[in-house]
């Protein structure tokens, strides 16, 4: 019995929820008196062996060439493949897009129970119970699960990273890859500087700001602070900003660790995707707008008057 990590790369990059992950799976494991042993599908420009400071002693990694086309049913049944050869009783995943599409493929193929989204260590002392966030973060539920094989998606941002010392021994699994019936034709990569879903700071713009003539000043401080760029949805409907950067229920979820809102009102749906960020700083003219209720810090102000003399100030702290 094993609590299996599921090791996610982008291209070969390790995402930063990757040692929240490890970590996490590695406290599970340690609570559960069993091992903690990660699983790495292809290949990566990475030292692999350095993800055992997270906790992880033994990394299977599956290398087949056919994994490049694979699709998530493919990469399901691999991984379904790895956890019967690997007799784990735990898989933990990050709660991220293509896990999203992976975890509960692999739930119904195992009859497994999945809790999606978790926010801590599970409680183990009587059976094993899960809590996650519900109704867009503003409440809790711990969920019990009862079968044999147990799934978590582990939210970004919800488990602090242990960095301790020692390497991961990489060890060859060998997993039958089968033919999918989907064929992918092409992937087409948005080349951001910084990824919004991986981002540590998001700087983030909304129709108060008038126009996407304006956007300099989102990007500017953005660029100084190394941070993502984001919006509210009627802005991407507009097309002032890509779709990919609208945040919230209908948009991307994120939970940096500073997210700045500018001229964004708050509307509950925008909540929803980023009221798991730690610090949440609003600038906003009107002092009723709603989002001031979520901020832990806010600007009542003038975007326009306000954000170059913040621009500044951040540059000036930065020479
Ligand atoms: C089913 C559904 C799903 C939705 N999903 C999403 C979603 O995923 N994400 C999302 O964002 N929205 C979503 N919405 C829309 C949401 O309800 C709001 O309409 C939207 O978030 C408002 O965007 P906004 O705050 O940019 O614009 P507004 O509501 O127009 O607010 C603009 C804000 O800017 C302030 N402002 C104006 N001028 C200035 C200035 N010069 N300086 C500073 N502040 C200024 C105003 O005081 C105001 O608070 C959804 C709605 C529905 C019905």
Not at 42 to 69: C, F, N, R
Not at 246 to 270: D, E, F, K, R, W
């Amino acid at each position: 019995m094993s609590v299996l990590i599921y090791i996610e790369h982008a291209g070969g990059t390790f995402k930063k929820t990757t040692a929240e992950v490890l970590s996490y799976g590695a406290v599970l494991a340690e609570k559960m008196g069993t091992e903690a042993i990660g699983l790495l599908l292809g290949d990566t420009q990475e030292d692999i062996s350095q993800l055992g400071k997270y906790g992880v002693k033994k990394i299977y990694q599956v290398k087949d060439a056919g994994l490049q086309q694979a699709d998530n049913q493919s990469v399901t049944k691999v991984i379904a493949d790895a956890i019967a050869q690997l007799k784990a009783e735990v898989v933990v995943f990050s709660n991220t897009i293509t896990t999203k599409a992976i975890a509960p493929r692999l739930s119904a193929k195992l009859k497994a129970g999945l809790v999606a989204g978790a926010i801590a260590i599970p409680d183990v002392s009587n059976g094993f119970t899960v809590k996650k966030n519900v109704f867009s973060g503003k409440a809790f539920a711990d969920v019990t699960i009862n079968t044999d094989i147990k799934i978590i998606t582990l939210n970004a941002n919800a488990f602090t990273t242990i960095v301790g010392i020692g390497e991961a021994e990489i060890i060859p699994l060998t997993v039958t890859i089968t033919a999918s019936k989907i064929k992918v034709t092409g992937v087409q990569k948005i080349e951001d500087d910084i990824s919004l879903a991986d981002a540590d700071i998001v700087v983030s713009g909304g129709r108060g700001l008038k126009g996407p003539e304006n956007w300099a000043l989102v990007e500017d401080l953005a660029k100084l602070l190394g941070a993502a760029t984001a919006c509210s949805r009627p802005v991407a409907d507009a097309h002032w900003r890509p779709h990919h950067e609208h945040v919230g229920q209908t948009g991307v979820a994120i939970a940096p660790n500073l997210y700045i809102a500018i001229g964004i009102s708050g509307a509950i749906q925008h909540l929803a995707g980023v009221n798991r960020s730690k610090v949440i700083v609003v600038i906003n003219k009107d002092p009723e707008a709603p989002f001031f209720k979520a901020a832990d810090y806010g600007i009542v102000g003038d975007a326009f008057e306000v954000m170059p003399k913040i621009i500044e100030a951040v540059r000036k702290l930065k020479n």
